[in-house]
């Protein structure tokens, strides 16, 4: 594991935001600001700026790097969010030895972060309702120890139920918040991209397993 793997999984991301991008800016646009997908792509497009520096790194400051890059380049709440998901992904990922159990740890401090920063969990119709199952998910399938195929599998679809679960949430996070009960019954712009960047990455590595 090293930077390359890390300017994979961003590559595997952007192209799959840009191909949603129309429909993550109409959700967006009817409980937020509408301006969500477009820090998104500004702060992978930064990423993919500095691509020479982060795939010369270690897998470690490699995520570091990119950290501290979205950070200073995404807008809106997705900067401090995402940075501090890779952010805290660096900061566990110092023992991987290939063990899906190891990388779960990773995945699940990373969300941990996340969550601290956001202070909000599970039921707020946001990326949570995403990024929470899906760390338990991994968490579960890795101590089965199943294949890695299988995880990479599993992991998807987990985020599609998270996602689609946002529709009949109330939203208690944002500026959706401000809607109150007209936040029902729209599914949160957070919640698919964070689905979509999730399906692309397991996408990804999964092609090394073909």
């Known amino acids: 594991m090293n930077g390359k793997v890390v300017m994979d999984c961003v590559d595997a991301a952007y192209v799959s935001i840009r191909q949603h991008a129309d429909e993550i800016m109409v959700l967006d646009q009817r409980i937020g ?12 497009e930064a990423l ?9 790194l270690d897998f470690q ?56 920063r956001g202070k909000t969990g599970k039921g707020s119709k946001t990326m949570m309702d995403v990024l929470l199952p899906v760390a338990e998910r991994f968490s ?33 996070k944002g500026r959706a918040s401000f809607l109150g009960e007209r936040s029902l019954g729209h599914i949160d712009p957070g919640a698919r991209s964070s689905e979509i960047m999730i399906a692309a990455v397991c996408e990804r590595i999964g092609q090394a397993y073909r």
């Open 33 to 44: 600001d509408g301006d969500h997908v477009f820090n998104l792509i500004r702060g992978l």
């Open 48 to 56: 993919r700026g500095i691509r020479g520096h982060i795939e010369a």
């Open 61 to 116: 400051p490699a995520l570091k790097l990119a950290a501290t890059k979205v950070l200073s380049t995404v807008g809106g709440s997705s900067g401090p969010l995402f940075s501090s998901l890779l952010l805290g992904m660096s900061r566990a990922c110092s023992h991987l030895n290939g063990d899906p159990r190891d990388y779960a740890t990773m995945y699940a401090a990373g969300v941990q972060a996340v969550q601290d």
């Open 140 to 172: 579960e399938l890795a101590d089965r120890e199943p294949s890695v195929p299988v995880i990479l599998a599993e992991l998807p679809k987990e985020a599609a139920r998270g996602m689609l679960a946002t529709r009949d949430m109330l939203a208690t």
